[in-house]
């Protein structure tokens, strides 16, 4: 397995991963069944084996149906757990948000003031998108640094562009969580990054180290994100690009092209995460022929991938997912 530093949170993977061992499964009748916080929701007839479905590697995971908003499966999903770059995700929505749809809001220039920022940019396990100090970026630019490139930095700079400052945002992020309702969702970083790292940068915020959110929590921010911001299914599905002379490279390993890309679950999202304390995490879209959107997460996995390709693969046969 090769790892490269630096395009997202601390470390990326590479293609270079072992392959989904594909199961054969016949049919049964289940009920729910709820052990030590593994929870597996089956209606209908479905799979053999339904009972014996596990993710080995993830800590928590879920499959929601994005179009119902149910849990179809879930493990340790009520948990709340730091979950990195994957945090992005709100402060994408809430970018997004602000934008408007309006193209004059896209082409808002962000000049860069914060000589703490422009380290981050610089660093070898917290940089990527590199800032110029006192240089000014398009909103648009930003954006693509942050959900392509996962740049710390540039999500950091977007948080300010909307709030006016880093902790009104954070504020902001753990408002529009209340107002959601997600009973397991707490921010302290636009980013991901951990307190203890942000600590070096000037940006640590609150008490606690890490954005703790819960697999369904997670899962239910991506709803919405996608539910209300369409955009972000054809804006993640970008496998490269330069933005502002610098190369953005998107890291998930799903999508049309890469390793793990399964052309039936047709995945098209959504982001990707990792730090030491959190793992790999991943929360990944798509939407089958003939079936409901699926939304899944996967929180420190070490074979986030491919773990997801068996959940999404696994999920499309529960019931309640034929559209």
């Known amino acids: 397995m090769l790892k490269f530093i630096g395009y997202f949170n601390y470390v990326e993977r590479s293609g270079g991963m072992k392959k989904l061992k594909l199961k054969r499964w016949g049919l049964l009748v289940m009920a729910a069944i709820s052990l030590s916080g593994v929870t597996t929701a089956?209606?209908?007839?479905v799979q053999a084996h339904a009972a014996t479905f596990k993710l080995a590697k993830a800590k928590a995971a879920v499959a929601m149906n994005?179009?119902?908003?149910?849990?179809?499966?879930?493990?340790?999903?009520?948990?709340?757990?730091?979950?990195?770059?994957?945090?992005?995700i709100m402060t994408l929505y809430l970018t997004l948000a602000k934008v408007n749809g309006k193209q004059s809001n896209w082409n808002h220039k962000v000049k860069i003031t914060s000589r703490g920022l422009v380290s981050m940019s610089r660093s070898a396990t917290c940089g990527g998108f590199k800032f110029k100090l006192g240089h000014k970026y398009t909103v648009k630019q930003l954006y693509?640094?942050?959900?392509?490139?996962?740049s710390n930095n540039a999500a950091i700079a977007l948080g300010q562009w909307v709030s006016?400052?880093?902790?009104?945002?954070?504020?902001?992020?753990?408002?529009?969580?209340?107002?959601?309702k997600l009973g397991k969702a707490h921010f302290v970083s636009a980013s991901g990054l951990e307190?203890?790292?942000?600590?070096?940068?000037?940006?640590?915020?609150?008490?606690?180290?890490?954005?703790m959110v819960s697999a369904k929590d997670v899962a239910l921010i991506a709803r919405h994100l996608i539910t209300d911001?369409?955009?972000?299914?054809?804006d993640g599905q970008v496998g490269s690009k330069k933005v502002a002379g610098q190369l953005c490279y998107n890291y998930n390993n799903l999508l049309a092209?890469?390793?793990?890309?399964?052309?039936?679950?047709?995945?098209?999202?959504?982001?990707?995460?990792?730090?030491?304390?959190?793992?790999?995490?991943?929360?990944?879209?798509?939407q089958m022929a003939g079936?409901?959107?699926?939304?899944t997460v996967v929180l420190h996995d070490e074979d986030e991938f491919t773990e997801t390709r068996s959940l999404m693969n696994y999920a499309y046969q529960l019931a309640g997912m034929d559209a």
């Open 42 to 45: 089956v209606t209908a007839p």
């Open 66 to 88: 994005a179009d119902t908003g149910k849990v179809v499966w879930s493990k340790a999903g009520n948990t709340a757990r730091p979950i990195a770059s994957v945090s992005k």
């Open 144 to 150: 693509d640094a942050a959900f392509l490139d996962s």
């Open 164 to 180: 006016g400052s880093n902790a009104k945002f954070i504020k902001k992020m753990n408002a529009q969580a209340k107002a959601w």
């Open 195 to 211: 307190n203890s790292d942000l600590q070096y940068y000037g940006y640590r915020y609150g008490t606690a180290n890490a954005n």
């Open 229 to 234: 911001y369409p955009r972000v299914l054809t």
């Open 257 to 286: 092209g890469r390793k793990y890309y399964q052309a039936s679950l047709n995945v098209d999202g959504l982001k990707t995460g990792y730090t030491p304390l959190a793992g790999y995490c991943f929360v990944g879209t798509g």
């Open 291 to 295: 079936k409901h959107r699926i939304i």
